[in-house]
């Protein structure tokens, strides 16, 4: 269930749209409540609802927030796996309110997914950061193989360096890549490619589920960053 | 699917139970099999099967490893919420290495538990950690009431002091008790009872899910113990 809506702020009006006002209506809400409404690029606004219609509704603004960014940038990427657990892991890296989250074909991917499924990856992100009241929702992107242009990156891998060693180095960076293989691990092609261009990082000796995994890492560099 | 299995054992030998033969059928393995095997108390064997039973297995070990136990003790204590929240808080904080887990009946508990459903959890954090590999089977337990004894004990809350202010004072801590509330919140009551005893913690401004949030805290917990 939400705790937050989409809503687009013109004046001291907030409009919703029709799928909004479904969940207004699932969420038996009235003209007259105060509630919680995010644009997705930043601002937090409350609310009054003042018409809820068939197909729209408005409110009347009553405060809103913009939440400055912080100057630091996190990508998820992550390669394909099957949807269940796809879901999951986007859900919960919006929660943390990561910036980007990309999903790649990796030779060994059991399910390959194209830039189609782009739109079915971006709603489960924006209802997580409805629900999350994230006011931000990340980039999503389907890629045909991973990225490394442009950020630090970090491979999750069990024979990687303690993650304890790089506090330091980490808390500065600016833009940081974390990238999950698949479950059956990377070709050696792949890892030709990857390994000049990434830090390998271990999470420990415990074999956590790629969604674990990643609230995992995604925990922890939000705390070098500052973001927690 | 499991990564490991539980084993009974005794001199070069290890046993399997009937459902764990039945997890060895599902999975497939045949006699001559390599595994992995956990005894719930420590101990990672590796094993080729040798006889696969009706009712039973078994294996010849060939190389065992105890898992010496850090100094440390951390217990989760959650209210009881919804069976499929609880489901995936348990597993987690399995995968996450957690000493213990503590459900407790919380006024605002939208469903309340008693002792008869501590085997349905512990089976929970057998399975999870047979899949993790982790050779420590928490201890489960479900209370009346929150426990607050012979710990330094934390609870999650928004108004909380930031996690970051806390990493050089958790770090020398030797049993840490994280306690996670209702999602409708502790009565008046219940706070006034926590608060002489229990320091309040922050994760930030998100609002993050149950056992997203339990993640969150054990991954840092984990950090600064350096269990990670």
Known sequence: MPNAYFVLAEGDTVTLDSDETKHLKVMRANPGDK???IDGRGTIYRFVLKELGKSSSSGKIVEREYIERDKKRVTVAVASTKWPRLRILIE????????RIEVFNSVRSVSRLD???TA?????????AKQSVNPRVPEVSVLKSFALEGSRNLLLDFGGRAIREMQRDLAEERNLRVIVGPEGGFTQKEIAQLTDRCTSISLGSRTLRVETGVIVILSIINYFLGRI
């Open 120 to 128: 079915k990856l971006l709603t489960v992100a924006k209802e997580a």
């Open 35 to 37: 509630l919680i409404g």
């Open 115 to 117: 830039e189609s499924k």
């Open 92 to 99: 919960k890296a919006t929660e943390l309110g990561v910036d």
